[in-house]
């Protein structure tokens, strides 16, 4: 019954994750020319990147970049999360034990 339970709770974590990704896609029409995408935009978008390509293939409207952006502060909040991945962003580091 615990694997059961355990498979659920996993499963029911993956959609809600999944659905949390939909809501913030590049190209999905949150940002316009008034209102662009900043710093943490680009770092959102670069930890799903390769989701937004996946997604890509299947919805047009949805880039893996946003266009409407404020230009080197999204690029770079863009490539810091793409080369670090959603965990390669924290300022401390555990050190291993010896």
């Known amino acids: 019954m615990k694997k059961y339970l355990r498979?659920?709770?996993?499963?029911?974590v993956l959609v809600a994750a999944l659905c949390l990704f939909t809501g913030?896609?590049?190209g999905d029409g949150a940002n316009?020319?008034?209102?662009?995408a900043g710093f943490f935009s680009g770092v959102w978008h670069g930890w799903i990147?390769?989701?937004s390509l996946i997604y890509?293939?299947?919805n047009h409207g949805i880039h893996l970049y946003e266009a409407?952006?404020?230009g080197f502060l999204y690029d770079l909040?863009?490539?810091m999360a793409v080369v670090s991945g959603p965990f390669g962003l924290s300022l401390s580091r555990r050190k291993k034990d010896k």
Do not use: D, T
């Open 7 to 12: 498979a659920l709770l996993v499963a029911a």
């Open 24 to 26: 913030c896609f590049p």
């Open 32 to 36: 316009y020319p008034g209102h662009l």
């Open 49 to 51: 990147a390769p989701i």
């Open 56 to 58: 890509s293939i299947f």
């Open 68 to 70: 409407n952006n404020n």
């Open 77 to 79: 909040g863009y490539y």
